[in-house]
């Protein structure tokens, strides 16, 4: 096995020779441990035909192994009084426990058993098909999250980026138990595989226990690495007889890894990512001109974008649009005062501060960092490189990334696309 120590002693990483990659982080402090599962398969490597089948199979693996039924894995897990649960996103789908350390083998049995030895059984499949469908319809019913896909579709239009996670409706229909376990076969077993664990955990008997788990279990195929894709300005709007127009307007982001992340972070906490920031005091506070409006970062393994929403009154939904337009001019056109930065740096801090209380958020912290950054960046590394951020420098982003021309802007409600372009 190769092994890492970093200074930090908390932190460990071992690589076993099947190809897993194991770390784990202390918590002496706390009495649970949370224990998940990345696989880096999601919605970005699948084709349209099949879109969703990560997200499909994700379902699945929580209905039967060999050795326990679907009642079985949750009875088990609450008798643990556990939190067992999955998620799937564009570039992984992760599989995660968390319990009290004492019963951190249990846990990890079941864990590795759902991964290692589901049945994917064809009934459950489609009873799973139509939980799913009324998953996708439910969204559909929810314009406030609809936008959100189709922002992502207008961005990265023909790109298997801009699919809905869930996938859609026919393509789910047409899933089968033979084609999700031809994708277990070449997708769950690929490079960059990490299982990742944080709170009162001891490093070495927890790999000697994934070790003899996943004996007969091998990740070195070569992971899929996508075109990045092209970024699209442009506008769709889909007109419903709702109450209010749901609006996102997108611009470019940033990858994962990109050097100039933390500035980037601190430039959408000072736009929208909380009450004090200048969209939510424009829109909301000085003018009532929306209950809800706020800002988000989605970054990839090469892309990113940056998102803001809003739903508003389809009288007022220009006027909105004018003040957002308003507050991305005034950030690429004038530095940011001493006391708006600290502020911004002080809740990425504190966030993050906050963030080391719970097993689950270092669990997944260190997963990230490990698939993103190819390595571990401590508390201490963070929080230098949110220091050392400038307003000139967040003014510099600013001004090349919110360009006019860049815009993307996607809508629902009782709006017509003439209304909402200048």
Known sequence: MAKAHHPQERFRKTVLPNGLTVITEKMPHVRSICIGIWVPAGSRFETREVNGISHFLEHMLFKGTEKRSALDIAVEVD?????????????????????????????????????????????????????????????????????????????????????????????????????????????????????????????????????????????RKKAPVPEPPGYAAGAKVMTRDLEQVHLCLALPGISQSDPERFAFYILNTLLGANMSSRL??????????????????????????????????????????????????????????????????????????????????????????????????????IVRQVEAVTADRIQQIAAERFQDEQIALAAIGPVEEKELIP
Not at 302 to 326: K, M, S
């Open 280 to 381: 939510f005091q424009e829109v909301r506070e000085k003018r009532g001109l929306a209950y809800s409006v706020y800002s988000y970062l989605a970054s990839y393994r090469d892309v990113g974008n940056l998102t803001i929403y809003t739903g508003a009154n389809r009288d007022r939904i220009r006027e909105v649009l004018d003040v957002i337009r308003h507050e991305l001019h005034n950030l690429a056109q004038s530095p940011v005062t001493v006391e708006e930065l600290h502020r911004a740096k002080e809740y990425m801090k504190g966030g993050l501060m906050l963030s080391l209380e719970s097993s689950s958020s270092v669990m997944s912290r260190i997963a990230k960092q490990e698939i993103s950054l190819d390595g571990y960046q401590s508390v201490d590394e």
């Open 79 to 219: 008798s643990l009084c556990g939190e067992m649960n999955a998620f799937t996103s564009r570039e992984q789908t992760t599989y995660y426990i968390k319990v009290l350390d004492t019963h951190i083998h249990q846990a990890l049995d079941i864990l590795a058993d759902i991964f290692l030895h589901s049945t994917l059984d064809a009934d459950e499949l489609d009873k799973e098909r139509q939980v799913i469908l009324e998953e996708i319809r439910m969204q559909e019913d929810q314009p406030e999250d609809l936008v959100h896909d189709i922002i992502n579709e207008l961005i990265w239009p023909d790109q298997p980026l801009g699919f809905p996670v869930a996938g859609r409706e026919e393509s789910v229909i047409a899933l089968d138990r033979e084609g999700l376990v031809d994708y277990v076969g070449r997708m769950y077993n690929r490079e960059k595989l990490v299982v990742s664990c944080a709170g009162n955990i001891d490093h070495e008997n927890f790999v000697t226990a994934i070790a003899e788990h996943f004996k007969d279990f091998s990740c």
